[in-house]
């Protein structure tokens, strides 16, 4: 590829409507803050890419907020006017006497993969070393009112072909509901559990009665920086502990199999800073035969790109949360909208770059803050 220096970065946060307003403890949530970037080169080339940290700082430390300052007072002038002759120079650049602060340093690693792509005239898949032409769609299911209702929701997902059903649990909402989803989907259904951190130790006898549903894994049980607690409750499980929010980087992932912490791991690019670490995990399990697989953060069609183009790494063997967008948006940011066909999303492999045409007039009516770091 040309080498590229960025010569501006434009922030801007929008609020972007869900097509169905979700509840969380504060209230009624009907619209997503999400911040976008774009990235310009010098050479004129522009990218767009994607922040992905939330509202609250309740998955990790980070917030839309945070993330906003971390980008404008340290992420970006270490890369704007920087003759990068590679991306996947960046994380070294970004980690240097800079902690933390993973989802904002991402927003802009990423976009400079997906510059990168465009200037080499590449499809980003591709440019990262991805080999396939299909991804499979899973779904991830929030706590639903009862059983019942868990069965519908689970019955519908797999008769639109969904490939993977994930079901969040909390103690009091695991077994009994895990039980009646697998009666009534039948023994063939792709089931799954995440727990987002809602178990301890205590809880080995409940979560080992999981046993028996044949999940294809436990995702995160324990605290979301946990591994030896982690270990120990593998130990008694014979279904699979996939981690999430305690795999932040390639040093942790090495700390999950030599602990033997778990099984499988969720890649998140924006957990881990960005695409040179999630190459490096992708890698790492590979050759440890730990299958991966791409989770979501409930992104727009900038940020999905992103995660279509990762999970075409052939290590990504197990279904990935890349619903289309008529799963949470009225309408989304990226023409054509992301769909899915018998379960599969395509990766776009007929144009350089991240593989969708933005709506910027869109985009420009639904931001609400910007500013430009040059
Ligand atoms: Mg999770």
């Known amino acids: 590829m040309p080498s590229m220096r960025i ?15 979700f509840r969380i403890s504060s209230g009624v949530v009907q619209e997503r803050r999400i911040m976008l970037l774009e990235l310009h080169d010098a050479s004129g080339a522009t990218t767009w890419s994607e922040c992905v940290a939330g509202e609250l700082p309740n998955y990790s430390s980070e917030t839309i907020d945070t993330a906003w300052l971390a980008i404008s007072q340290w992420v970006a002038p270490r890369v704007i006017g920087r003759e990068i002759a590679h991306p996947g120079e960046l994380h070294e650049v970004l980690e240097r006497d800079f902690r933390e602060h993973r989802m ?13 792509a465009t200037l080499a005239g590449q499809p980003l898949a591709r440019f990262i070393g991805g080999t396939r032409t299909q991804i499979a769609a899973g779904i991830s299911l929030g ?19 969904y490939r993977k059903v994930k079901i969040k649990i909390e103690p009091g909402k695991d077994v009994e509901w895990l039980r009646a989803a697998r009666a009534a989907l039948g023994s063939d259904a792709h089931l799954m559990a995440d727990a987002n ?14 046993d028996e549903l044949d999940l294809m894994m436990i995702e995160q049980p324990l605290a979301h920086d946990d591994l030896v607690r982690h270990a120990a409750l593998q130990r008694s499980l014979r279904t699979p502990i996939c ?18 912490s778990g099984r499988i791991i969720n890649i998140k690019a924006g957990r881990v800073g960005g695409f040179a670490q999630s190459l490096a995990i992708h890698d790492l399990c590979e050759s440890q035969g730990i299958p991966v697989w791409c989770g979501g953060m409930l992104e727009s069609g900038i940020g999905r790109a992103y995660n279509v183009a990762l999970a075409s790494l052939p290590n990504f063997t197990l279904p990935g949360d890349v619903s289309p967008s008529a799963r949470y948006w009225a309408r989304d940011v990226v023409n054509p909208e992301w769909t899915m066909k018998n379960g599969m999303v395509t990766v776009p492999l007929d144009v350089p770059g991240i593989g969708v045409e933005v709506d910027t007039a869109m985009i420009e009516s639904i931001t609400v803050r910007r500013e430009v770091l040059a």
């Open 7 to 21: 010569d501006r970065i434009t922030l801007r946060e929008i609020r972007l409507a869900l097509k169905e307003p």
């Open 197 to 210: 951190n809602a178990y301890t130790l205590d809880d080995t006898d409940r979560l080992a009665a999981l």
């Open 243 to 260: 981690l999430d929010e305690t795999i932040t980087s390639l040093d942790r992932a090495q700390d999950m199999i030599a602990l033997k």
């Open 143 to 161: 706590i639903q009112a009862s059983p019942a209702a868990l069965i519908e929701k689970a019955g519908a997902a797999l008769a639109e072909g």
């Open 104 to 116: 904002a340093k991402a927003g802009v690693e990423m976009g400079c993969w997906g510059l990168a």
